[in-house]
C-alpha cells in the first residue's frame, strides 16, 4: 500500500493506523462503539487470549463486540510491568474494567463494563484455563489454536451473556466431547460431530456435577494425599514460618451412583478445609467424614490445612556459605542439603533454585551429586540433585564471577527448594476408610500418600 | 484520506477490486494486519460459499469450523451471512450449533437476513428436549435486534412457566438480555423477574437474581417474600449463583435489620425469655452469645448462619462473598470466623492474591484482632511478585503492635535488602508508620533508618531521607546530631526527594544546627542551577528561613539564590522567587504582610500523619471491584446504612403462610390458644417435615431449616403456618411435605376447635386446605395470588394490633370465653379429648418432646387429671462444680438443673452447664467425649461448643437419663487438645417431674400407695419454717415437686411423678404441735422415697 503511493504524492503518510490500530486513534474508536451501548451490562462480556510476544490469538464476545484495541491499554500496563507477574489483575480503561488472569504462558483478558466483584471473574477465567487443560491435555497457545473450534463450543457453553452456565467439567463433557487421535480421525472419516446430541441428564438433577449412566468394567477409586511444606527458614536455621497445605485428589471410576464416605484416623489435624461442591457439609461438621457422591473421572475432593499449632516438621536442612568479597570480582557458594526427620523416607526429586544477584555473571561450581546449570540471562541458578542419602550428603560449591565494578550485592540470594518424599503424609494424617453405599459392586480402593516442598524458602 | 483513496484509483486498475472488499467490512478497526491477506480470505470465502451450499453435511461443516475459526481470530466473516443463516435449520447438531455461534457474533450487523432465522428458533422454542428449547431461547436472545423485541418477550414468558429449570435458568439470562436491548420492557420484565424469584429451583436462583441486579436493583421489595427461601437454598446453589445472590442479601440485610454494632449489655431480658421457650437446646446456644448484647432479627441470624457453611467453597468468590457479607452484617465479635479462610485463599494464584489481600489490608486497618493469630502468614518470600510483596507489607504494617513489632522488625530488615528495590522502599515507609504508630520503638526505628542512609543503593536511601525526615518532624526535640548527619549526606545523595527532604529539614530546624546551615546553602546555592525543581524551591525556602533567623551570615547568599531564582526557565520558581523576596526583603512597597514573615515561614508545621492507602477504602463494599480499583466502578450499588428502626420483619413471612393464617382465622373464630402453642405446634411439624425429607434422602441443610424457623417463630404471628412455607424448600418433596404439614397444622386446629365444630367441617378443611396451599405453592397462577392477598389483609385486620403480641389477643379471646383461664384452658381441653384422639395418636411419634408432654397431659386429662405435668414451680439457682479450672487447664465448668419440662425428650433430666474459659487464649471444638454410664442410662449431649473466647462462657443444654437413680453420670469434657473426666450426681429431688391434681385425687392415689410404699418420719420443725409459704418453698427448692392445693392449713402436700417410669410420688407434710412434723412420702419407687425422706428431713429442720 505504501508502495503504491507514489514518490511525488504528498498523501498525508498513508497512515498505517489503518493497518496496526495505533494506542491513540484507537482509544477513540474504542468510545465510538461504547457510545451505542451505554445500559448496563454484567459480567464477562468478551475475553481475549493473548500470548507473551503480544500477539491476541483468539477473541470471544457474548454481548455486543468490543474492538481488540481495548487491549492496548492491556498492553500498556504489561510495559510498566516489566515482567508478567506483575501485570496488575484489575485495569481500568475510560470505559471499560480489564480482568486479566495469566496462565501457562497465555493472558485471558476479560472485558468489564461494570461493576462484578472481581475475584469471580478471576475465578472464572481459571475455571476456563482449568478446562482446557482438561480437554487438551495442556493450556497452551497451540492446543488452543489447533482446537478452536471446540475451545469457541466450550466458551459458548460457559457462559450465556457473560454469566457462567455450565463450568463442570462432567456436564461439559457431555455436551462437547473432548478430543482424542482415535475420535478426531473417525470424525474425519464419518463427518460426525465432537458435540454430544444426547441430553446433559446431570442438568437437571440434584447433582449436577456428576453424569449419568457412568459404567466401567473395573470399579476404583483413588485417593491420592498431597501434602505441602510452606516454610521460611532464616540464616541461621530457624524457622520463620511453616505451614501444611494439604488437598486430597481423587480419581474415581465407578458406575452408577455411588454415595462415598470417607474417614480418617485423626480429622482433627485439618483445621480449615475446603471442599469440593459434592461434599454434604454437615456430615462433616457432626461426624467428620466426608460424605459425598463424586463426580466422574478426576476432581479435587478437598484441600485442607493442618493447624499451625502443630509444629512441623521439616525434613530437610540446608548449610549454606555464600559470600561476596568487597572490591573483587568474585564471590564464594558452598551449599549442603542434607535430611532431617525423614521418618525412615528418603527425600527425593530434590531441585534447588536460586536467584542470583543481578551483578552476577557466571558461576563456576562442582556438585557432589546431581547436576547444575546456570542461566547467565535470567540469573537464575538451578540444582538437580535427585535422592538425598544421609552417607553422603549433596554438596554443591565454587566460585561466583561477578561483573567487576559493580558493587558488592546486599544481600544474598534465598535457596528454593522442592523435594518428593513418597508414601509419608508429614501431618500424620490418615485415611481410614471408604464405604460406599448405593451400588452392590465391590470396588477397588487405593489412598496415596505424598509429602513435597510448597513454598519453600531458606534465606541466607 | 480521500486523497489518498484518490490516488489509488490512479496508481492501477487491478487495486480496484481490492479496494471494493475493504469497503464492504464494516468493522475495519477489528481487522488489523489482515489486509494484506484479503485477497486470499476472498478466494477462500468463495470456496466456504460453494461448502455451505454443498449438500453434505461434512462439507458444511468443515465451513463452519473455518468460519467459526475466523471469527475466533477476528477476522471478518460477515459477508458470508446469508450463505450461513441458510443452514439454521440444519438437522446436524453440531451445523446448528456452529451456525448459533455466527448468528450471534453477526445477527446485530446484517438485522434484515437475521429476521430469517427467527421461524426456526420459534419453532425450537416448542422442541420437546429442553435442551434445544433453551439453546434456542440463549440464541433468540442474543441475536440484538430491536425488532424481535416482542417476540423475545413472548418467548421469555413463556420460558419462564416451563417444567424445565434449565430452560427457566435460560429464561432469566435472556432477560438480562432484552433488558439492555431495549429497557423499555422494564415493568414487563420485572414481572417476569417477580415470578421466577418465587421458583424453587436451585438452578435458576443464582441466574434470577443476577436478572434482579441488573434490571430492578432499587425493586428490594420483591426480595421479601424470597428472603428466607433463598437463604435456605443458598448451599444448594452453584458457585456463581451464591456469589451474586450473597452479594445481593448483603444489600438487601443493610435495609431491613438493625446494626448488630451497637455493642453492649442492652436486651439481657429478651434472651432469658426465650430460653425458657425454646425447646431446641442447640439453638439457643448458637444464639447466646448474640442476645446477650441484642436481639438480632431471626432473619438477619438465618442469613449469616446458612452463609457460613459456604467459607468452606472451593471457590474464591464466594469464600470472598462471604467474608464481605460477614464484614458488613454480622457482629463485629462473629466477623473473625472468615479470616481463617481468607487466609486459606494466599495459597491460591497470584490473581486471588492480589484481590484478597486487598481486602484484608482494609479489614486489618479497622480490625487488627482478626488477622493477627495469622500475623506469619503475610511473611514475604522473595519469590512473590512486587504488587504481593507490597500488600503483604501494607498488612503486616496494619497488623503490627507493641507485642509484634520486634518480630517485624526483625523481619523488615530482611526486606530492606531484597534485590527488589521498589519493594525495598515501601519496607522502608513501612518502618516509618510502625515507628509513629508505635511510640516504643520510634527511636529504635529512627536508628534503624538512619543505618540505611549508608546504605549503598540509591532509592533505599532516598527513601530513608523522606521517611526520617516525617519522623524528625514528629518529634523534633533532640535530633541535632541526625540533622547534622544527613547534612553531610546532602553531597552524596542525587535523588531530588530526598535532597529536598533535607533541605526542608535543614531549614524548619536551622537554630539547631546553626553552623551548619549555612554552609549548606553556600553548598547549594552553587550548584542551584543544575538542581531539580523540587530541590529549587527547597533551596529557596532555606534561604528564606536563614535569611529570617540569622540575616548577618546568610544575607548576601539568599540574596544571590533570589537572583537566581528570577531567571529560572521555570514560572513556578520565580514566582515562588518574587514571593518570597516581597516577604522577607524589606523595601518600601513591602505590604503589610513581610512583618509577618517570620510568623509565615517559622511556623509550628504539624506532623505529617502517616497513613495506610488503605485507610478509606471500606466506604466501598468489599470485594468489589470499586473497592480494588478504590474508585466508583459504573453501576456499583451503593450500600446502605443500617436503619435506626428495623423496617417491619413481617414483609418476609411468606404467602402460603398467609393463606393457612387465614384459613385458621376465619375457621376458629372461637378458637383458643395456649400462649405457648405456637411453639409447639412448630415443633410438631418440624419433625413432619424432616420426616418427610429424610424419607426422600435429601441432604439439604433440613437441620438448619429447623432452627430457623424455630428462630422465627418469635416474631410470626401464626408459627404454624408460617414453617410450612420455608421448609418446603426443596423441590422433589415440596408437594408431598406441604401436604403433611397442612394436615399436620389441621390436627394442631382441631384440638383448639370445639367440639360441635370438629368433625365434619374439619374434614372439608382438611382437604380443602391442602390442596389449596399445594397450588398456591406450586404455581403462581393469577386467580390463586389474588386469593392470596386477598387473605392477607383478611388476617391482618383480623389479627388486631401488632402481630407480635399474639398472646395477649389470645388470653382475650379467652377472658371473653370464661372468667378463669386455668380453669377453663383445662375444661376444654377435656371437651376436645375425644375429636383429638384419633387424630393426636398416630402423630405422636414424630412430635417433638415437648408436645409429646403436653398431648400427653391433654389427652390423659380426661382419664386422670393427676398426670398433668407442670411448669416448674421453681428453678434452683445453685449450681454444682463439674470441673475445677484447675484441673481444666483453665476450662471450667458448672451445672445445674434447669427443671425445663422434657427438653430432649422423656425421661431425660435436663441440665445446664456453663462452661467458662479462664485462659488467656481460645478454647476450641469444646464437646463430650467418651461417655461411662452405668446401663440404661442415656445422655443428650449439648453441641460443641466451637471457640470460647477468654474470658468469656457460654451455657449449654444437656439431658441425662439416670433411670431414676442416683447413679454418677460420668463423661469426658473435651478440648480441642484435651479431656476431662467429669460426672454429674443428681440429687434426687431433681429427678422428679412436678405434677398438679386435686386434693381429692391426691387422696385417692395416696390410697392406694400405702404399705410397702409409705415411708415416713416425724421431725423437728425449726420455728421460722411453720409457716406454709416457707414450707412449701423449701420443699420444692429441694425437690422438683408441685403443690397440690390444700383445704387444711397444718398439711402440704405436693406431688410429682419420677422422670423416667413416671411413677407418682407423693409428699405430705403435716405440722404437729411443738414444732414437729409428719413427713410421709407415698410412692411405688420405694428406694427413692426413701433417698428422698432422708433428704427433706434436714430441709424442714434447719434453719
Known amino acids: 500500500m505504501l508502495m503504491r503511493c507514489g514518490p511525488g504524492c504528498h498523501c498525508p503518510s498513508p497512515s498505517p493506523s489503518n493497518l496496526i490500530p495505533k494506542r491513540v486513534t484507537s482509544k477513540e474508536s474504542c468510545q465510538a462503539t461504547d457510545g451505542k451501548h451505554r445500559q448496563s451490562q454484567k459480567m464477562i462480556h468478551s475475553l481475549f487470549l493473548i500470548n507473551c510476544s503480544g500477539d491476541i490469538f483468539l477473541e470471544k464476545h457474548w454481548k455486543s463486540v468490543v474492538s481488540q484495541s481495548v487491549c492496548d491499554y492491556f498492553f500498556e500496563a504489561q510495559e510498566k510491568a516489566i515482567d508478567v507477574e506483575n501485570v496488575p489483575p484489575v485495569i481500568s480503561t475510560p470505559h471499560h474494567y480489564l480482568i486479566s488472569i495469566y496462565r501457562d504462558k497465555i493472558f485471558f483478558v476479560s472485558v468489564i463494563q461494570t461493576e462484578v466483584p472481581p475475584l469471580f471473574v478471576i475465578e472464572f477465567l481459571h475455571r476456563v484455563a482449568d478446562t482446557f487443560q482438561d480437554y487438551f491435555g495442556e493450556c497452551s497457545e497451540t492446543a488452543i489454536k489447533d482446537n478452536v473450534v471446540i475451545v469457541y463450543e466450550l466458551l459458548e457453553e460457559m457462559l450465556d451473556n457473560g454469566f457462567p452456565l455450565a463450568t463442570e467439567s462432567n456436564i461439559l463433557k457431555e455436551l462437547i466431547k473432548p478430543p482424542t ?219 561466583v564471577n561477578l561483573q567487576s565494578g559493580a558493587p558488592k550485592p546486599e544481600e544474598n540470594p534465598s535457596l528454593n527448594i522442592q523435594f518428593k518424599i513418597q508414601q509419608l503424609a508429614i501431618s500424620g494424617l490418615k485415611v481410614n476408610r471408604l464405604d460406599m453405599y448405593g451400588e452392590k459392586y465391590k470396588p477397588f480402593k487405593g489412598v496415596k500418600y505424598i509429602t513435597k516442598a510448597g513454598k519453600f524458602q531458606v534465606r541466607t | 484520506m480521500s486523497g489518498n483513496g484518490h490516488s489509488y484509483g490512479e496508481q492501477a486498475g487491478e487495486a480496484a477490486p481490492e479496494l471494493a472488499q475493504e469497503a464492504a467490512p464494516t468493522t475495519a478497526p477489528s481487522v488489523p494486519a489482515a489486509f494484506g491477506l484479503f485477497s486470499s480470505d476472498t478466494k477462500k470465502n468463495e470456496d466456504l460459499k460453494q461448502m455451505l451450499e454443498s449438500s453434505k453435511d461434512s462439507a458444511k461443516l468443515d465451513a463452519m469450523k473455518r468460519i467459526v475459526g475466523m471469527i475466533a481470530k477476528g477476522k471478518n466473516a460477515s459477508e458470508l451471512f446469508p450463505a450461513v443463516v441458510k443452514n439454521v435449520a440444519s438437522k446436524n447438531i453440531e451445523i446448528k450449533k456452529l451456525v448459533y455461534v455466527y448468528l450471534m457474533r453477526y445477527a446485530e450487523e446484517q438485522q434484515d437476513l437475521a429476521l430469517l432465522s427467527i421461524s426456526t428458533f420459534q419453532r425450537a422454542l416448542k422442541d420437546p428436549n429442553q435442551l434445544i428449547r433453551a439453546s434456542a431461547l440463549r440464541v433468540l436472545s442474543s441475536i440484538r435486534v430491536p425488532i424481535i423485541v416482542p417476540i423475545m418477550m413472548l418467548a421469555i414468558k413463556e420460558a419462564s412457566s416451563d417444567l424445565s429449570p434449565y430452560v427457566r435458568k435460560n429464561a432469566a439470562h435472556a432477560i438480562q438480555k432484552l433488558y439492555s436491548l431495549d429497557p423499555e420492557q422494564k415493568e414487563m420484565l420485572i414481572e417476569v423477574i417477580e415470578k421466577l424469584l418465587k421458583d424453587r429451583s436451585t438452578l435458576v436462583a443464582g441466574s434470577v437474581v443476577m436478572a434482579f441486579e441488573e434490571v430492578c436493583p432499587d425493586r428490594i421489595d420483591l426480595i421479601h417474600k424470597n428472603y428466607r427461601k433463598l437463604c435456605n437454598l443458598l448451599v444448594d446453589v452453584e458457585e456463581w449463583g451464591q456469589v451474586v445472590i450473597i452479594h445481593m442479601l448483603t444489600r438487601y440485610a443493610r435495609t431491613q435489620f438493625v446494626s448488630p454494632w451497637k455493642t453492649d449489655d442492652d436486651v439481657v431480658e429478651e434472651y432469658n425469655e426465650n430460653n425458657f421457650y425454646e425447646s431446641d437446646g442447640e439453638q439457643k446456644e448458637k444464639d447466646r452469645n448474640v442476645k446477650k448484647t441484642y436481639t438480632m432479627d431471626p432473619d438477619h441470624r438465618l442469613l449469616l448462619r446458612n452463609t457460613k457453611p459456604l467459607l468452606q467453597s472451593r471457590n474464591a468468590a464466594v469464600v470472598m462473598a462471604v467474608a464481605q457479607l460477614y464484614w458488613h452484617l454480622a457482629p463485629k465479635s462473629e466477623a473473625g470466623i472468615v479470616s481463617k479462610s481468607l487466609v486459606r485463599l494466599l495459597r491460591s494464584n497470584r490473581e486471588v492474591q492480589y484481590i484478597v489481600l486487598q481486602n484484608i489490608a482494609t479489614m486489618s486497618i479497622q480490625r487488627k484482632g482478626m488477622f493477627e493469630p495469622y500475623l506469619k502468614s503475610f511473611y514475604v518470600r522473595s519469590t512473590d511478585p512486587t504488587m504481593i510483596k507490597t500488600l503483604k507489607l501494607e498488612i503486616l504494617t496494619n497488623l503490627a503492635n507493641e507485642a509484634n513489632i520486634s518480630t517485624l522488625l526483625r523481619e523488615f530488615q530482611t526486606y530492606v535488602k531484597s534485590q527488589d528495590k521498589q519493594f525495598a522502599a515501601a519496607t522502608i515507609q513501612a518502618i516509618g508508620r510502625c515507628a509513629t504508630n508505635i511510640t516504643e520503638v520510634t527511636d529504635t526505628c529512627l536508628n534503624g533508618l538512619v543505618c540505611l542512609l549508608s546504605n549503598r543503593d540509591e532509592t533505599v536511601v532516598a527513601e530513608s531521607v523522606v521517611v526520617i525526615k516525617k519522623l524528625l518532624q514528629t518529634q523534633p526535640a533532640h535530633h541535632g546530631e541526625i540533622i547534622k548527619h544527613m547534612a553531610k549526606l546532602l553531597d552524596n545523595i542525587t535523588v531530588p526527594v530526598a535532597r529536598a527532604s533535607i533541605l526542608w529539614l535543614i531549614g524548619e530546624y536551622c537554630e539547631r544546627v546553626p553552623k551548619i546551615a549555612p554552609d549548606v546553602l553556600r553548598k547549594t546555592a552553587k550548584s542551584f542551577t543544575n538542581e531539580d525543581d523540587l530541590v529549587k524551591l527547597q533551596i529557596l525556602n532555606l534561604g528564606a528561613k536563614l535569611y529570617l533567623t540569622n540575616s548577618k551570615q546568610t544575607k548576601l547568599l539568599t540574596q544571590y539564590v533570589l537572583n537566581l531564582g528570577k531567571y529560572d526557565q521555570s514560572y513556578d520558581i520565580r514566582d515562588r522567587t518574587r514571593f518570597i523576596r516581597q516577604l522577607i526583603v524589606p523595601n518600601e512597597k513591602s505590604g503589610a504582610l513581610s512583618k509577618y514573615a517570620k510568623k509565615i515561614f517559622l511556623a509550628q508545621k504539624p506532623a505529617p500523619l502517616l497513613e495506610s492507602p488503605f485507610k478509606d477504602r471500606d466506604h466501598f463494599q468489599l470485594g468489589t471491584l470499586s473497592h480494588t480499583l478504590n474508585s466508583r466502578a459504573t453501576g456499583y450499588l451503593e450500600l446502605s446504612d443500617w436503619p435506626d428502626v428495623a423496617p417491619d420483619p413481617a414483609v418476609r413471612n411468606v404467602e402460603v403462610a398467609e393463606s393457612a393464617k387465614e384459613w385458621t382465622a376465619i375457621l376458629g373464630k372461637t378458637k383458643k390458644e395456649k400462649p405457648t402453642e405456637k411453639f409447639y405446634s412448630e415443633s410438631e411439624e418440624e419433625e413432619d417435615e424432616s420426616a418427610s425429607t429424610g424419607a426422600t434422602e435429601s441432604e439439604s441443610g433440613s437441620e438448619s431449616e429447623k432452627e430457623d424457623k424455630e428462630e422465627g417463630s418469635s416474631d410470626e404471628s401464626s408459627g404454624s403456618s408460617s414453617s410450612s412455607e420455608e421448609s418446603s424448600d426443596s423441590e422433589s418433596d415440596s408437594k408431598e411435605s406441604t401436604a403433611k404439614k397442612t394436615s399436620g397444622a389441621v390436627k394442631e386446629s382441631n384440638a383448639e376447635e370445639s367440639k360441635k365444630k370438629a368433625k365434619g367441617i374439619s374434614k372439608n378443611r382438611n382437604t380443602s386446605s391442602s390442596s389449596d396451599t399445594e397450588s398456591s405453592s406450586s404455581e403462581g397462577s393469577s386467580s390463586d395470588s389474588k386469593s392470596v392477598s386477598d387473605s392477607r389483609s383478611d388476617s391482618d385486620s383480623g389479627k388486631s394490633g401488632s402481630a407480635t403480641s399474639s398472646k395477649k389477643e389470645e388470653k382475650t379471646a379467652q377472658d371473653r370465653k370464661t372468667p378463669s383461664k386455668q380453669d377453663v384452658f383445662l375444661l376444654d381441653l377435656d371437651d376436645f379429648y375425644p375429636v383429638t384422639t384419633p387424630v393426636a395418636v398416630p402423630t405422636a411419634a414424630v412430635l417433638s418432646p415437648s408436645l409429646t408432654a403436653d398431648l400427653e397431659g391433654l389427652s390423659l386429662s380426661g382419664s386422670s387429671v393427676i398426670d398433668q405435668v407442670t411448669t416448674q414451680v421453681f428453678v434452683p439457682t445453685k449450681t454444682h462444680e463439674m470441673l475445677h479450672r484447675m484441673t481444666g487447664k483453665g476450662l471450667s465448668a458448672h451445672y445445674h438443673f434447669s427443671r425445663q419440662p422434657d427438653m430432649f425428650g422423656d425421661h431425660m433430666v435436663p441440665v445446664q452447664v456453663t462452661v467458662t474459659n479462664t485462659t488467656d487464649q481460645k478454647i476450641e471444638n469444646i464437646h463430650i467425649g467418651e461417655k461411662k454410664l452405668p446401663l440404661g442410662m442415656r445422655i443428650h449431649e449439648f453441641n460443641p461448643i466451637e471457640c470460647l473466647e477468654p474470658g468469656g462462657s457460654v451455657t449449654v443444654s444437656m439431658g441425662i437419663d439416670f433411670c431414676d437413680s442416683t447413679q454418677t453420670a460420668s463423661f469426658q469434657l473435651c478440648t480441642k487438645d484435651d479431656h476431662f473426666n467429669v460426672n454429674i450426681q443428681p440429687p434426687v429431688g431433681e429427678l422428679l417431674l412436678p405434677v398438679t391434681m386435686s386434693e381429692k385425687d391426691f387422696k385417692k392415689e395416696q390410697g392406694m400407695l400405702t404399705g410397702m410404699n409409705e415411708t415416713s418420719a416425724t421431725i423437728a420443725v425449726a420455728p421460722q419454717n411453720s409457716t406454709s409459704l416457707v414450707i412449701i418453698e423449701k420443699v420444692v427448692k429441694a425437690a422438683n415437686l408441685g403443690v397440690v392445693p390444700s383445704g387444711q392449713d397444718n398439711i402440704h402436700r405436693f406431688a410429682a411423678k419420677t422422670v423416667h417410669s413416671g411413677s407418682l410420688m407423693l409428699v405430705t407434710v403435716e405440722l404437729k404441735e411443738s414444732s414437729t412434723a409428719q413427713l410421709i412420702i407415698n410412692t411405688e419407687k420405694t428406694v427413692i422415697g426413701s433417698v428422698l425422706l432422708r433428704e427433706l428431713k434436714p430441709v424442714l429442720s434447719q434453719g
Open chain 1, 181 to 399: 487421535i482415535l475420535r478426531s480421525v473417525v470424525n474425519s472419516i464419518t463427518g460426525s460431530s465432537n458435540v454430544g446430541d444426547t441430553l446433559p441428564t446431570g442438568q437437571l438433577s440434584n447433582i449436577p456435577w456428576r453424569r449419568a449412566g457412568v459404567k466401567y468394567t473395573n470399579n476404583e477409586a483413588y485417593f491420592d494425599v498431597i501434602e505441602e511444606i510452606d516454610a521460611i527458614i532464616d540464616k541461621s536455621g530457624s524457622t520463620v514460618f511453616a505451614e501444611i497445605q494439604g488437598v486430597i485428589d481423587s480419581c474415581i471410576k465407578l458406575s452408577g451412583m455411588p454415595d462415598l464416605s470417607l474417614s480418617f484416623m485423626n480429622p482433627r489435624l485439618l483445621d480449615d478445609v475446603s471442599f469440593h461442591p459434592c461434599i454434604r457439609f454437615k456430615r462433616w461438621e457432626s461426624e467428620r467424614v466426608l460424605s459425598f457422591i463424586p463426580p466422574d473421572g478426576n476432581f479435587r475432593l478437598i484441600s485442607y490445612r493442618v493447624s499451625s499449632q502443630n509444629l512441623v516438621a521439616i525434613p530437610v536442612y540446608v548449610k549454606h556459605m555464600i559470600s561476596f568479597k568487597e572490591n573483587s570480582s568474585s564471590g564464594r557458594f558452598d551449599v549442603t542439603i542434607g535430611p532431617k526427620q525423614n521418618m525412615g523416607k528418603t527425600v527425593e526429586g530434590v531441585v534447588m533454585t536460586v536467584h542470583m544477584p543481578k551483578a552476577v555473571l557466571n558461576m563456576n561450581l562442582t556438585a557432589t551429586q546431581g547436576s547444575y546449570t546456570f542461566d547467565p540471562v535470567t540469573k537464575v541458578l538451578t540444582w538437580d540433585v535427585g535422592k538425598i542419602t544421609p552417607q553422603k550428603l549433596p554438596n554443591l560449591k565454587g566460585i
